[in-house]
């Protein structure tokens, strides 16, 4: 299984939902990505896991809670979000965050809030 | 301190013809260098890696990359477009062991018929 499996493939919520997008990967990666893509804009860096512990918080606000179960799980937890979040949001994972072999990324979740 | 520049934010050539996307960085050390393909709401796909072997990397679908450390460059080609390259190109240094990759604004490639 070569695969990073993003769910829900689209996500609206409103402003005082909680909601949680999920990630799963079986490749024995010990790294894992949030990533936020905005339209025409690169993916910017949210969060990084390194053998499920997290490593990286790139000053992300509180309403963004991450998650990381076990080795193959990661989670991102949505809570009282603004219009402004509204997003792909992307999970990716790696051997290590050492690892010179790229990233492999899932398709998205495509979160709109309302 | 890294960092990458994609030298063109839009490149539009016709099918059959060849494609090239510039890419430059900078690195404090001895970086990878990445291309990712994005098709619209799509998630990214790895083309192609430099990770100190061989200075030209190839990669999928044809693309090829060549790392010249003396122009501080990794340009992405390919000898003839199809209209499935049509996407969004990003190129990726990573000299940081700690996970954090920076990413080029993209190049949008437009295949024309």
């Known amino acids: 299984d070569t695969e990073v499996t993003q769910t829900p493939k689209h996500l609206v919520m409103g402003m005082t939902n909680k909601k949680s997008l999920k990630c799963e990967q079986h490749?024995?990666?010990?790294?894992m990505y949030w990533y936020k893509q905005k339209a025409k804009k690169p993916p910017e860096l949210m969060f990084v896991?390194?053998?499920?512990?997290?490593?990286i918080n790139e000053s992300v606000p509180s309403r963004f809670s991450p998650e990381c179960p076990n080795s193959s799980l990661l989670n991102l937890h949505l809570h009282a979000l603004q219009p402004e979040d509204s997003a792909l949001y992307l999970c990716?994972?790696?051997?290590?965050?050492?690892?010179?072999?790229?990233?492999?990324f899932g398709s998205g979740t495509r979160l709109t809030v309302v | 301190a890294q960092s990458v520049t994609q030298l063109d934010s839009h490149v539009s050539v016709s099918e059959g013809t060849p494609v090239l996307l510039r890419c430059n960085y900078s690195s404090s050390y001895s970086p990878s260098l990445f291309w990712y393909v994005q098709h619209p709401n799509k998630g990214l796909q790895l083309l192609l890696k430099?990770?100190?072997?061989?200075?030209l990397v190839k990669g999928i679908n044809g693309f090829e990359a060549e790392f010249k450390k003396s122009e501080t460059s990794f340009h992405l080609t390919k000898p003839s477009a199809h209209m499935s390259d049509a996407a969004e190109y990003f190129c990726v240094v990573s000299d940081n062991p700690a996970g954090k990759s920076t990413f080029g604004d993209g190049t949008t490639l437009t295949v024309k018929p």
């Open positions: 896991y390194s053998y499920e512990k997290l490593s």
């Open positions: 490749m024995g990666h010990r790294a």
């Open positions: 430099y990770t100190s072997a061989a200075t």
């Open positions: 990716a994972s790696s051997q290590a965050t050492r690892d010179s072999g790229g990233y492999t």
